[in-house]
């Protein structure tokens, strides 16, 4: 099934949705820790990066399992929960501390429903923008 995208410049909608999501999240997470706020802007970036290199590399693990038993996609949303934990927790690491389990778990938690939420904008933002198709 071909597919692609129509207009490149699109394909930054995705990234940009997400950092700004995730740039509005961290004035969540400075107001719950707040003896160490963060610049917004920055944990943003560096959450969606994080996310890209997480995201593609769990993308690459899943992918043959598409051709093998058809199941790569479920395995793909499966795994994204507890990698979101993981980017979430690496990030209130870098930026905030070293903090308590029971510290962080509610700001981890939220965090992982927001990265899911805001998968919606992105995902229609890029199609819309960048006229994704397939045949």
């Known amino acids: 099934m071909p597919g692609g995208f129509s207009e490149p410049l699109g394909l930054l909608a995705f990234p940009l949705i997400k950092a700004g999501g995730y740039a509005a999240f961290a004035i969540y997470l400075n107001r719950h820790f707040p003896d160490s706020t963060r610049n917004i802007a920055y944990v943003g970036m560096s959450r969606m990066l994080i996310g ?43 930026f905030y501390g070293s903090k308590p389990w029971n510290e962080v778990k509610v700001p981890i938690t939220f965090g992982t429903i927001w990265s899911f939420v805001l998968d919606i904008p992105a995902l229609i933002g890029a199609v819309y923008t960048a006229s994704f198709w397939i045949c």
Do not use: D, N
Not at 53 to 69: E, H, K, M, R
Not at 81 to 89: G, Q, S
């Open 52 to 94: 890209l290199v997480f995201g593609t590399v769990l993308a690459l693990l899943s992918f043959p399992f598409v051709f093998v038993s058809g199941l790569g996609l479920l395995i793909y949303i499966f795994g994204l929960i507890p990698v979101r934990c993981l980017e979430w927790w690496i990030i209130i690491r870098i």
